[in-house]
């Protein structure tokens, strides 16, 4: 294998969580507060964090994080108890998480999107005594007969001045939970994931040193900032350099364009449709966006019409396909900008603390380029779920978690994708990776996304079905037939289409609901219509 990560840094096996022994990166801070009191005393005066309301150098965000420790220890938050951010890209979420973080605390980031009953479940699941959260979100709280534990809410974390009674840091431990994001729960109650202090620090690293990210560094947040990607990839990256993090409230395309110009944006992370969308803006075309160097996504293939069309405009922009899940703390590959054009369909290379392996159904290790499920171990990967040892004797084997993904890693350590386990369809016998078709369906010219979903068939089992957002509606079921005919084998086509305008449905994190989806297509077929 020929991977460009192998001597970024120097590594060392280590034992952690019990029997798991890994690689590990051997200079590193010892926990992730550690990351923000570095950059703090090494660039006071350089700024930190800009929203759309207030601007923080690295000195002033200090004295905020230390404001909040203190409030949050005033009003009875201890070391391990676990506090709710039901907080949107804004100042508050970022002072909060350093606030429980200088406090010893843990933070449970949720998403904006979440309805009383999924916040009530997490709150509770988790024990938390106190929730952070926007002023508009109070009437989606739940009650509290509901979350008995929750003996604090507050619409900004709270603040004290009187940092003499700050507790000093407790000690702490690299196993130590620093924060639990509970999964996206498509299937079933959403697992609490500990993130630990050794997670988050690989993974802040490994962008670090992938990424070569420095104090030069201006990352918009634009993704949601409860999300790991939001969470890691850009704030906790973003302390571990030392650079700035601009907060975007919403992604809007055309917005998002002004704040890059305007704040000198070098770094960002988002999904390919993300791309898509700021690419069909009349202001893109004249912005001064040059600073802006690195551009990750992940979460599906980019279009290679979308790579073309970012490198003719912006040739200083490299592209970088990330992958990873919030059991690994964001990254487990990374595909280095220069390849992103010649190889669009990997996810890149395994990180230097990463180790991937490709297993049968049967636990068995496959040969190179066979498909199989995405096994994942490193110091990057969390120890299990919250309170929920079913699930994570289900989802983690010998220290490897496993993902639920299929893919290949061929012989010079390119790692591909092609779908979920449960999404893969079987027309007939023959394996369809929805993934492989959402991707050339991704390229034909008025597609902004699409979905693939087995149709139930009593003769084939399934047959493919395909839910598309259009920007061109004047594209149709046979004009996308015909371009996926060209391009794939014809038990590959889909053979039916639920065509529209608008975004096709998404969890809070940004994944696609294909149960929705499915349940949709199979009411319209019981309905004795389409979908």
Known sequence: MN???????????????????????????????????????????????VDDQERFTWDALARR?????????????????????????????VTSLAGLLRLGAIAVPMGTR???????????????????????LTERLPAQADVPTLINRWIDPPRHAGLESLPARPPGGAEDTAVILYTSGTTGRPKGAMLTHLNLVHSALHFRHAMAL??????????????????????????????????MPEFKA???????????????????????????????????????????YGGSPMPESTIAALAARLPGLGLINAYGATETTSPATLLPAAQAASRPDSVGYALPC????????HGCEVAPGETGELWIRGPMVVPGYWDNPEATRASFCGGFWRSGDIGSIDADGFVKVF??????????????????????????????????????????G??????????????????????????????KVPESFTLGTEPLPRNANGKLLKRVMREQLLAAAQAGGTA
């Open 254 to 296: 055309a917005a998002m364009v002004a704040l890059a110009e305007r704040e000198r944006i070098t770094h960002t992370i988002m999904v390919p449709a993300m791309y898509a969308l700021v690419l069909m803006q009349p202001a893109f075309a004249q912005a001064d966006l040059s600073a802006w160097r690195i551009g990750g």
């Open 354 to 361: 990463a180790e991937i392996r490709v297993m049968d159904e």
């Open 214 to 247: 420095g104090p030069q560094d201006r990352s918009l947040l634009c993704v949601p900032a409860s999300h790991v990607t939001g969470l890691v990839a850009i704030t906790l990256s973003m302390w571990d350099a030392g650079g700035c993090t601009v907060l």
């Open 462 to 491: 399934e047959r493919v079905h395909a839910f598309v957002n259009l920007s061109d509606p004047a594209l149709d079921a046979a004009r996308l037939r015909a371009f996926c005919a060209e391009r794939l084998a014809d038990y």
């Open 3 to 49: 991977s460009p990560f192998a001597d970024l840094a120097a590594t060392r096996l280590e034992a952690h969580f019990g029997d798991r022994v890994m690689r590990c990166f051997t200079d590193r801070p010892a926990d992730v507060w550690a990351l923000f009191e570095r950059a703090a005393a090494t660039r006071p005066q350089a700024e930190a964090l």
């Open 65 to 93: 994080a230390d404001e909040v420790a203190a409030g949050f220890a005033q009003a009875g938050v201890r070391p391990g108890d676990r506090v709710g951010l039901l907080v949107g890209n804004r100042a508050a979420f």
């Open 419 to 460: 779908d979920r386990v449960k999404d893969m369809l079987n027309r007939g016998g023959y394996k369809v990776f929805s993934a492989e078709v959402e991707n050339v369906l991704a390229a034909c010219p008025g597609v902004l996304e699409s979905a693939i979903i087995g149709k139930p068939c009593p003769v084939l």
């Open 114 to 136: 979440l309805q009383t009953p999924e916040i009530a479940y997490i709150l509770a699941h988790c024990g938390a005594v106190g929730l952070v959260h926007d002023a508009d």
